[in-house]
T-cell receptor, first 114, second 111 residues
């Protein structure tokens, strides 16, 4: 298996633009997580899905952030409109059958909002 | 919610010496405690984990110890090597089994 795949790896955009980050979890994994990593706040859980259903989005910072998982092999995290404070590395991770199974992280998307 | 803190924030050790990183957590319901290693510019990767029914776990040069009474757990790296230089994150599950991560410890192994 190729592991968790994320795209794009780098994204530079201007304030106010829409940004869409993409993730393909490991095949057969039931859980998918979106994290944001910054120097100030560390690694923060934004939202997670179980069997494509959003379970907990309490970490999503604002209504500007939304996430979907239309099928078991694809998820998106969208920011609209983007702001400079959204600049961070966004990681997607997946785990097999429970929240406390090993989480496998993707390579991350480094987002810069100018 | 769960609050996880790591100390020290940066640790420098001579190659061959041991490194110890300590994490404290706040939720007494926590029962799963993983450690992740993140090399510069790379993704976090699980290196070892421990569950609340065990006090210690070892895997070659790394070990984790858990003290549930004091609500802390520690990562021990023996015979450190340059490739151990990285940021290490601890995490603890909260009452809903979600992971809360610490802010990371930068470990620098000096050759």
């Amino acid at each position: 298996d190729a592991g968790v795949i994320q795209s794009p790896r780098h994204e530079v955009t201007e304030m106010g633009q829409e940004v869409t980050l993409r993730c393909k979890p490991i095949s057969g994994h039931d859980y998918l997580f979106w994290y944001r990593q910054t120097m100030m706040r560390g690694l923060e859980l934004l939202i997670y899905f179980n069997n494509n259903v959003p379970i907990d989005d309490s970490g999503m910072p604002e209504d500007r952030f939304s996430a979907k998982m239309p099928n078991a092999s694809f998820s998106t995290l969208k920011i609209q409109p983007s702001e400079p404070r959204d600049s961070a590395v966004y990681f997607c991770a997946s785990s097999l059958g429970s929240l406390t199974d090993t989480q496998y992280f993707g390579p991350g998307t480094r987002l810069t909002v100018l | 919610g769960e609050n996880v803190e790591q100390h020290p924030s940066t640790l420098s050790v001579q190659e061959g010496d041991s490194a110890v990183i300590k994490c404290t957590y706040s939720d007494s319901a926590s029962n799963y405690f993983p450690w992740y290693k993140q090399e510069l510019g790379k993704r976090p990767q699980l290196i070892i984990d421990i569950r609340s029914n065990v006090g210690e776990k070892k895997d070659q040069r790394i070990a984790v110890t858990l003290n549930k009474t004091a609500k802390h757990f520690s990562l021990h790296i023996t015979e450190t090597q340059p490739e151990d230089s990285a940021v290490y994150f601890c995490a603890a599950s909260d009452g809903n089994n979600r992971l809360a991560f610490g802010k990371g410890n930068q470990v620098v192994v000096i050759p």
